[in-house]
Nanobody, 125 residues
Framework: QVHLQESGGGSVQAGGSLRLSCTSS??????????MGWFRQTPGNEREGVAL???????TYADSVKGRFTASKDNSKNTLYLQMNSLKQEDTGMYYC?????????????????WGQGTQVTVSS
């Protein structure tokens, strides 16, 4: 079973930045082969996909964060990152990383596996 641990959340003012990290317990080889995603659950809303990154490092973003968030990974450390800039109050929520389903050669915003505990991001005005 894959264990994922998110960290790096906190409280910032609007316009500020945070970098989230997600570490994995699985072997480097398997991790490099996966599509991984960042999701968030904002108050009163269902969990939604924010960013995807495939085994080659190709990124996909939800429209709501495009141009502000950047997903990356360090395969040698089994770690994903989500750099969040120009944060808005509506970005407030719990953020999660998880493996996502790959269809053909494309990652999708369909989660696969068990959710971690997440990391809380709070953006104030």
């Amino acid at each position: 079973q894959v264990h994922l641990q998110e960290s790096g959340g906190g409280s910032v003012q609007a316009g500020g930045s945070l970098r989230l990290s997600c570490t994995s317990s699985i072997s480097e080889y398997m991790y490099n082969s996966y599509c991984m995603g960042w999701f968030r659950q904002t108050p009163g809303n269902e969990r939604e996909g924010v960013a995807l990154i495939d085994s080659d490092g190709y990124e996909t973003y939800a429209d709501s964060v495009k141009g502000r968030f950047t997903a990356s990974k360090d395969n040698s450390k089994n770690t994903l990152y989500l750099q969040m800039n120009s944060l808005k109050q509506e970005d407030t929520g719990m953020y999660y990383c998880i493996r996502v389903i790959e269809v053909g050669r494309s990652c999708t915003f369909q989660p696969s596996g068990h959710w971690g505990q997440g990391t809380q991001v709070t953006v104030s005005s």
